[in-house]
């Protein structure tokens, strides 16, 4: 998923965090023991884009569907590699293949039920599914779609009714037929558009203001942009749910809060802000934060996602491979980490995929002292491709302090080479829209990418595949459609292992990087700070590094 | 008010064709005022900054786009090395939290964008709304309709809601020539009607009767006789309307929709030091300060040459 998406929920909300030092029990610290009960307070800027789960699909509200819905896998809740494993959830087990690998049988656990006390079947997960493909609700996860075979007129159950290739010979069994094998598809679904949805409800804008809960909480008062809280569902049965602890009784949100205000109400820790968790740190708070006691209470570890520049290499002169090269040798990403606030809030990028990817292989193609940039190196490479008296070019950004800061990072970084870079900011809201509609992108801009779950499947297909170029919407900003890189997508995409896939997809990863088609920036970082009666918190690495919400609890529930 | 002897004399010097108040004699009276000499002072450094802003940064050693990765503690999310926001011999004014850019190199730069484009901005309001004031109360009838409505059209909008918008809405561009050409269309309605009101009275006068009669020509009359006697005021209101337009710039620019990065600007360093006021007080300190000075010293200024404008008119 895009890391906008993420970064404004992030930024904003909701769960960013988390902590390395994991839920060890110790007595001190967010680590600690988490009580049953209490209300969590959340801090955060912005709110939810939507409760609906065929709609929304960013770091934080994933986190937050955990809380109110079940799929049939889901991803672990534990600090490190056991966070992105994918678990059983609704299901019994993650999933039979058949057919070689073609279609995929799940079977439900016994005593689920949804809030309102019905029982979760089949056919409710059915037609949770096939929501995904109603052209207005299924906004969000795109994989239901992708993979699962219907018909191409299809549009959703509100629409075209039952679709034929999800079947559920009784209520307890639920069959997928896929369009090609697909080995990985236990991971699938344990995204948001697997949540069931009870036969027939749903329609239109139904779920966003009052979802149907099927979790361990629901939605008790939710006032979209100011507060949203949700309260213990009690159809819910801890017997059939090995994940979620569930520790609060119920969790507050305050939306709309400026970021600023965040970082002083947290480290004051006053009254019910002593219970409450928030987002990333501003990078002018971190100096603030270096005290013993307040050091107690911050977390911090990798968001899971990359941030980088994508270069348009269909225009010129970014078609010229070496120039491209010479970019990546230049940019000097220690000025571009102290852009975002230093060491503490970003590691310095080096390859496409995160640290947090399975498979993921740590090199450095394009080396220099320090990360600080080979201007020399760069010179060279432009001598050859003929561009030693330089060129100008536009390089897009998002119209908010952080992103501007990169940018003209960037722009000093490539000056020594003669590159006259000209910031071409764009109104946030848009950003996406334009730099993803290939008339109207430029030459370079600066984005990011979140795995959708920790393989290179969810982040070097999406960005690289050349056949998925399209007019408008397009993820491939480097527009690079290489057949060497497309075949060996396609190879990858054909093995059974997940393993070896993984493995593999870190070779595809330096594949790419020789053609330069884009400059890993940075991995950001989280940096928390939590209330001093948090307990049970740990960095979730399948949440771009918020705080896993199933684990939370209060210390101290009957503050 | 009463005219000082001193005033008295030196009007007394002047041959009686001058107009009533000269430029020398405004100059040698703010020298003798020891507040108004010290804003002199003041606001001759900033201009003299902004003149000479490439070889000053040459001397100091430091760019206002040059970062500096040594003078800042990236672990401790940019913040400055040293106390006093890095303040130290290279870094005469300190640094800039997470880049290290120069403070004084930027200070000097941003001397620059807000002189240029208040002192623009007056030129073009000042142009704009001599021009139609004229035209309005000289001519009088459709023409004053016309021209009078625009201006109560203009003077009831909101215009800092109204320039915010226009300026997000507007492609990036040239952002300086923008910030003039939004400052001005909402400023010149203020010069405009004061001028027009004058020009009324003004045409009304014997002299200018007596011009007519001995046969002027409407161009004659407005550039000769009325014009010279409009002086005074349009050199009090456009003084002290430079100080307006600084802030309006630094406001706009502080709001995210002035002049846009890397280009150093006071309002921009001002908006980007608010996250950093409790651990590097210097970094608001700084613009803040130079914003303050500047604008206070033209208020000062202005006053004070209305002060003498009016005492000379009285005398």
Known sequence: ??????????????????????????????????????????????????????????????????????????????????GTKIVPDLATDTG????????WTFTLKDGLFFETGAPITSADVKWGVSRAWDPEIGIGSPYAKQLIEAPASYQGPYKSGDLATIATPDAKTIVFHLKKPYADFGSVVAQNTFTPVPKGQGAGNALDSKPIASGPYKVSEYKPGASLKVVR??????????????????????????????????????????????????????????????????????????????????????????????????????????????????????????????????????????????????????????????????????????????????????????????????????????????SQQHDAAITGWCPDWPSGATFLPPLFDGRNITAKGNSNLSQLNDPGVNAKIDEIAKLTDVKAANAAYGELDKQIMALAPVVPLLYEKVLMLVGSNIGGAYLHDGFSGGIDLVSVGLKDSGK | ????????????????????????????????????????????????????????????????????????????????????????????????????????????????????????????????????????????????????????????????IFMIAILSSLPSGNRPVLLVVVISAFGWPYLARVIRGQTMTLANREFVEAARASGAKDSQVVFREILPNLRGSIVVMTTLAIPGYIGTEAGLSFLGVGVSPPT????????????????????????????????????????????????GEAA
């Open chain 1, 1 to 82: 998923m895009l890391v906008g998406l993420v970064a404004s929920a992030a930024l904003a909300l909701t769960a960013c965090g988390g902590g390395t030092s994991g839920a060890t029990g110790e007595s001190a610290g967010p680590g600690a023991k988490a009580a049953q009960g209490g209300t969590l307070q959340v801090l955060a800027n912005a709110a939810f884009s939507h409760l609906d789960p065929a709609r929304g699909f960013d770091g934080g509200v994933n986190n937050f569907y955990r809380l109110i819905y079940r799929t049939l896998t889901t991803q672990g809740a534990a600090p490190g590699a056991d």
């Open chain 2, 264 to 311: 150093a600007s006071w309002g921009q360093m001002i908006s980007s030091s608010v996250s950093w006021y409790s651990v590097d007080p210097m970094f608001f300190a700084i613009p803040g300060l130079f914003l303050f000075l500047t604008v206070l010293s033209l208020t000062v200024l202005g006053d004070k040459i209305r002060t003498l404008i009016d005492q």
């Open chain 2, 1 to 160: 008010m009463t005219a000082s002897p001193t005033l008295v004399e030196v009007e007394e010097a002047v041959p009686s064709s001058a107009p009533p108040t000269s430029g020398r004699r405004i100059l040698t009276t703010v020298t003798r005022d020891k507040g108004a000499l010290a804003c002199l002072v003041f606001l001759a450094i900033v201009v003299l900054m902004a003149v000479a802003a490439p070889l000053i940064t040459k001397l100091s050693g430091w760019g206002p786009y040059q970062f500096d990765s040594a003078a800042i503690n990236s672990d401790l999310g940019g913040v400055p090395h040293g106390s006093l926001g890095g303040i130290s011999g290279s870094h005469w004014f300190g640094v800039e939290p997470q880049n290290g850019r120069d403070l004084f190199a930027r200070i000097v730069y941003g001397a620059r964008v807000s002189i240029t484009i208040s002192l623009s901005a007056t030129l073009l309001t000042g142009i704009l709304g001599v021009v139609l004031g004229m035209l309005a109360g000289f001519y009088r009838g459709w023409i004053d309709q016309v021209i009078s409505r625009l201006m109560d059209f203009l003077m009831a909008f909101p215009a800092l």
């Open chain 1, 96 to 103: 039979k293949p058949s057919d070689g690998g073609k279609t």
């Open chain 1, 233 to 438: 569902n009690d159809k819910w049965d801890k017997k059939t749910d090995d994940v979620r602890q569930a520790n609060p009784d119920a969790f507050q949100w305050t939306f709309g809060l400026d970021p600023a205000t965040i970082d002083e109400r947290m480290i004051a820790g006053q009254g019910t802000d002593a219970d409450a968790i928030a987002g990333t740190i501003q990078a002018a708070t971190v100096a603030r934060v270096q005290t013993a006691q307040l050091k107690q209470r911050t977390m911090s570890g990798l968001g899971g996602c990359t941030t980088y520049m994508g270069l348009n290499s269909t225009k010129k002169p970014l078609d010229n491979v070496k120039v491209r090269q010479a970019i990546n040798l230049a940019v000097n990403k220690q000025t571009v980490r102290d852009a975002v606030g230093g060491s503490t809030l970003a590691e310095i990028a080096t390859s496409i995929q995160p640290p947090t990817i399975a498979g993921r292989v740590d090199y450095d193609p394009y080396p220099s002292p320090d990360h600080k940039g080979d201007v020399d190196g760069a010179r060279k490479l432009l001598t050859e491709a003929g561009f030693a008296s330089g060129f100008t070019m536009t390089l897009d950004t998002r119209a908010q302090p952080k992103m501007q800061a990169m940018a003209v990072a960037i722009q000093q970084a490539l000056e020594p080479l003669k590159i006259t870079v000209k910031i071409n900011t764009i109104d946030t809201a848009t950003y996406y829209e334009v730099i993803g509609t290939t």
